[in-house]
Structure formats: structure tokens, C-alpha cells
């Protein structure tokens, strides 16, 4: 676990971090991408550590690549790549960085390890994980498969290294229906999200059996969260992601991944929109769709908030946090992720 006295100490000694007027005004380009949602008072003190990581990163030849739940100083502030699991996956075989710190959750970061292995992983918190792949391990997939002899195991990508391995093949919440409708078997295995594979199975041809796992954040939202919502406030457009459980799916306007609801949002532009989904996904578009008044509850994941710009800060200036994965386990997994982008591409997902 980091120390943060003992990095707050070291960093204020390596960078000037007060406080400044001047350099967010100085910063006031990068301001303008979130003045809706930052106060000017916080974007004072987010400036200094914006400045310093965005001049460290080239020093370091590095990116950052960026979750849509990232906050978005950060989202914003530091990040050369933002997006979903898949877009993110798919970018970190591109960059041309010899460093790539993972503004995310851990087992993003291990996803990049996979497909990059001969890059630099960081991670800002270690601790940042999730509820979905601390769900299941090998042995979980081991048991589907005893139970579903022949039927492929299609393994959301929100999965430690090792789960990856033991798959078939990958899927991420934007292409899991067309991946799992693509497979031969009539009975397909879904791991770890049951609410995920039975919005899936909703909408598939396929016998879609599923692991028992849950999104801490999506799994809070009920049918009667919506039902009250759109009475207290009618006319807003209620979009969830399909982590939530099937009735409240059926319940919302439109369901989609995190990017998907960034696409319905931005072509369609309804006057008010509730994201049933993590809080700062609205944050992070706000900015770009002035018209559109983003409204309603909002719930953290408390994994991806462990990520800060201090910490990012930290992982730039020590290096620390690299993140590992054995190599047979990377060969496995990388085969399932791969797998998955060349079924997307091929279905041009
Ligand atoms: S939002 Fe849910 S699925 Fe995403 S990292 Fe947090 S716990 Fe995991």
C-alpha cells in the first residue's frame, strides 16, 4: 500500500505543486475540455499536477491511457487514450511508448501487459480492482466447463490475467452479443457477470449460461430506482449499461457500453439524460454536450476512484507499481484477448 505522507513529502520536494492561479491559467486550454463540471477554485489545485505529469510523461516516453470512469482532471488533465475496456485494449498495441501507466482498474492494466508485454506497465494503486474479477479464478472456469462439456467460455474482459487464460475467447460490454452469437455451440458459458450474460441471453439465439458474478456499482440500480425517477422527472432519457441487472435494462430508454452510451448520447442529444452507469462518465462528457443536462444518482466505483493524479504522478517519477504477468499465463491470455479484437474487427465492431 502507498504511503501517501511519504509521496506527498518526496514529490512537493521534486515539483512545485501549491496551489497556482497562474499556471491554471496558463493550463486554461485543457481547463476549457471540463469547466462544466471543475470549479475554478479546484482546478488551481489540479494544474500543478497536471503540468508536471503531462512534462514527465515526455520525458519518460510515456502515455496514459484513461477509463471513461476516470474523474476527469484525469480523464481530461493527463490521458493520451480514453474509452472503454475494448477501445482502451486495442489502443495499447498501437501507442509508440516505451511506459504506459493504466489510469484504470488492474485488470486493465494487465490486459495491456498481455497484448504489450515487452512495454512498461504502471499502476498507480495496486489496490485499484473489481468486483467482477475477484469473482472467479481458473478454478471457476474449470467447473463451467465440467459442468458445459464442449461449450465455449466467453470471459468478459473485466478478468484477472489467469481467467483470461483458461477462456476461449474474450468479450467486452460493447461486442459480448455479437461475440457470443458468433460462437458455434448453441450453449455458450458467460463469465463472471450474470447480469451481463442475461442481458446477452436476452437478446441471443444461444442457450447463454453464466458465472454468478456482480458489478458492486451496477448491481445497486433497481427497476423501481428508474420507474420513480422518470415519474420525478419525466422526459428524461434513461440509458444503462449493461452491467445492470436485466429488469432494469428492460426498464431504460437504451442500453449500451460505456462508449455505446457516449455514441446515443451524442447523436441523439435529449434535453435530459440520466447514465445508469458510473458517476463520471457524465462528468467526462458534459463538456462536449452543453445542450444536454445530465441529471440524477450517482454511484462511484470505489476501485476506479483510488486512482488520483498524485499517484499517477508518483508512478511516473519511481517507476514503481510495474505490473507483471508470467509468460505462459500471457501467451493463454493474450491468445483469448486477440481473439476478440480480430472478432471485432471482422464483424467491424
Ligand atoms: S465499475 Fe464495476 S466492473 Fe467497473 S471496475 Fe468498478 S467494480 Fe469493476
Redesign the pocket.
Known amino acids: 500500500m502507498l504511503n501517501l505522507s511519504h509521496v506527498r513529502s518526496v514529490l512537493s520536494d521534486c515539483y512545485d505543486l501549491a496551489p497556482s492561479t497562474e499556471v491554471a491559467e496558463a493550463t486554461s486550454d485543457i481547463y476549457a475540455r471540463m469547466e462544466r463540471v471543475v470549479t475554478p477554485p479546484d482546478w488551481a489545485i489540479y494544474a500543478p499536477y497536471v503540468k508536471a505529469i503531462n512534462a514527465l510523461k515526455k520525458e519518460r516516453n510515456a502515455v496514459i491511457l484513461g477509463h471513461n470512469?476516470m474523474t476527469p482532471e484525469i480523464f481530461h488533465g493527463v490521458s493520451d487514450y480514453v474509452g472503454d475496456s475494448l477501445q482502451i485494449a486495442m489502443k495499447a498495441q498501437e501507442v509508440d511508448a516505451e511506459v504506459i501507466v493504466q489510469a484504470?482498474?488492474h485488470?486493465m492494466a494487465e490486459t495491456t501487459k498481455i497484448l504489450c508485454p515487452e512495454k512498461t506497465v504502471l499502476m498507480p494503486d495496486m489496490e485499484a480492482?473489481?468486483?467482477?474479477?475477484e469473482s472467479i479464478t481458473a478454478d471457476g472456469i474449470d467447473e463451467m466447463r465440467a459442468k458445459y462439456p464442449g461449450a465455449p467460455v466467453v470471459t468478459y474482459v473485466?478478468t484477472t490475467a489467469e481467467v483470461k487464460a483458461a477462456s476461449d475467447i474474450c468479450c467486452t460490454s460493447s461486442n459480448a452479443l455479437q461475440i457470443v452469437n458468433a460462437m458455434e455451440s448453441d450453449t455458450v458459458i458467460m463469465t463472471p457477470?450474470q447480469f451481463l450474460a442475461q442481458n446477452v441471453a436476452n437478446q441471443s439465439h444461444k442457450n447463454v449460461v453464466y458465472w454468478p458474478g456482480s458489478?458492486?456499482?451496477?448491481e445497486q440500480y433497481t427497476a423501481k430506482d428508474l420507474q420513480d425517477f422518470r415519474e420525478w422527472n419525466p422526459g428524461t432519457r434513461l440509458i444503462a449499461h449493461p452491467?445492470c441487472p436485466p429488469d432494469v435494462v428492460a426498464e431504460a430508454d437504451f442500453s449500451g457500453s460505456t462508449s455505446g452510451i457516449i455514441k446515443y448520447v451524442t447523436d441523439e442529444k435529449p434535453q435530459k439524460a440520466m447514465l445508469i452507469t458510473?458517476c463520471s462518465m457524465a462528468s467526462n462528457i458534459a463538456d462536449e454536450l452543453p445542450e444536454v443536462d445530465f441529471v440524477g444518482p450517482c454511484n462511484m466505483?470505489?476501485?476506479?476512484k483510488k486512482i488520483s493524479l498524485e499517484k499517477i504522478l508518483w508512478v511516473l517519477h519511481t517507476g514503481e507499481n510495474e505490473v507483471l504477468v508470467d509468460p505462459d499465463v500471457g501467451t493463454k491470455a493474450r491468445a483469448s484477448v486477440q481473439a476478440m479484437i480480430d472478432m471485432s474487427r471482422k464483424l467491424g465492431l
Open positions: 470512469y484504470g482498474v485488470f480492482g473489481c468486483s467482477l474479477a473485466n457477470d458489478c458492486i456499482v451496477h452491467e458510473e466505483c470505489p476501485y476506479m
